[in-house]
């Protein structure tokens, strides 16, 4: 093979990109190419001569253009930091890092200790809190340093069952060091980074006494009050949810009970409905005016939400499901329209859902 053949390598022939012969630099001449196709990524993946080359994987994995059904499987083939650089790579697409951080988390038992080390020092950082489980202190350590690592990652592997003692006390170090820094930071008097008293001692006496157990109880109880909330937002979340169903099975009975007026005290007075294919409906009032029909002894209104969630403030909420409408025709045949609804809640000052903005259309 001439040293000038990726020079002259084309594009356009599948057989060119598929070749058994083709070498390394002209694939890596290929995936250097803006025009590039997904067709012709999707040939080189499958070329056997070419994907035994580690940079021709690498590049095949990080491309763009790259189809998924090509990337993900050639991930397996792929050495571990290189997995780490496409979970890094900013134009990988969300799929496929997480496919990469899976290979690694899988290997992470196989791996020797320098190796973790380094993971737990550059990778991801859902692969740096996996690591915040090892069993080594250095690599919990490194892990905690990593710039990937979000504090929710933290709590999280702090309230697992399996976490080690030394994560515990590594935290702790963290933020004993975190509290000094704001210590020093507040203005002691003659206390500087190089004549700073031991972590154990008094802080300029008289002023913070801060020691050792005091701060260790402060972080336990910082991170009991963070375990406590997550819990307690979780809770709410999913009494929230199941609330608005139940409120949702409320509002059918009072409509079938009681007719538009029954529909209508679940409606917030300055509500919105939003009618298929009419204007806008502003107002309790002017809803009302439009609701009538439900008086009708042949018309019958039911629905059932599918989904529901409540906003992180707890203020706000959303259902929506299929409803299904029966009545009859002028001539006293039966008319079903089936359809599908999306509603609004706001929470009110009494406690109570009221809707805000309601809306359907008809179809399955």
């Known amino acids: 093979m001439p040293k000038n053949a990726s020079r002259e390598f084309t594009l356009g022939d599948s057989a060119n990109v598929a070749a058994s012969e083709l070498a390394e ?89 320098g ?8 990778a991801s950082g859902r692969v740096a809190a996996a690591l915040l489980l090892d069993s080594e202190v250095r690599v919990i350590s490194t892990a905690l340093d990593n710039s990937h690592l979000v504090e929710a990652s933290v709590v999280v592997a702090l309230m697992n069952k399996n976490s080690p003692e030394s ?50 109880t402060k972080y336990w109880l910082a991170l009991v009050v963070v375990a406590f909330a997550l819990g307690a937002l979780a809770n709410s979340q999913s009494d929230g949810t199941a609330a608005l169903f ?19 005290s679940y409606y917030a007075d300055d509500a919105v409905e939003v009618p298929n294919g009419s204007a806008f409906l502003h107002g309790k009032e002017n809803i009302a005016k439009t609701m009538g029909f439900l008086d009708k002894p042949d018309n019958h209104l039911t629905w059932a939400p599918v989904s529901a969630g409540i906003a992180a403030s707890g203020e706000l909420g959303y259902t929506y499901g299929r409803y299904e409408f029966s009545s ?16 609004i809640w ?19």
């Open 25 to 113: 630099e002209q694939a890596l001449a290929l995936l250097q190419r803006s025009d590039v196709t997904a067709t012709e990524l999707a040939l080189l993946g499958r070329n056997p001569s070419v994907i035994k080359s580690r940079k021709v994987l690498r590049g095949l994995a990080t491309h763009p253009r790259s189809p998924r059904h090509t990337t993900i499987p050639l991930l397996r083939r792929l050495f571990t930091f290189d997995l780490m650089q496409v979970a890094l790579t900013p134009a990988v697409a969300a799929d496929v890092k997480r496919a990469a951080e899976e290979q690694l988390l899988n290997r992470l038992e196989s791996l020797s200790s």
């Open 115 to 122: 190796e973790r080390i380094s993971l737990a020092r550059r």
């Open 167 to 216: 994560l515990f006390a590594r935290a702790c170090d963290r933020i004993r060091a975190e509290l000094l820094r704001a210590v020093f930071a507040g203005g002691c008097a003659g206390v500087t980074a190089r004549n700073a008293p031991a972590i154990n001692s008094p802080i300029c006496e008289g002023r913070f006494r801060i020691r050792r157990s005091e701060m260790k």
């Open 246 to 264: 139940k409120i949702e099975n409320d509002f059918m009975k009072a409509a079938a009970s009681h007719g538009s007026q029954g529909y209508m």
């Open 328 to 343: 009859k025709d002028k001539d006293g045949k039966p008319v079903v329209d089936k359809g599908k609804y999306t509603t």
């Open 346 to 364: 706001r929470k009110q000052i009494d406690g109570s859902w009221k809707v805000a903005l309601d809306m359907g259309n008809s179809g399955q």
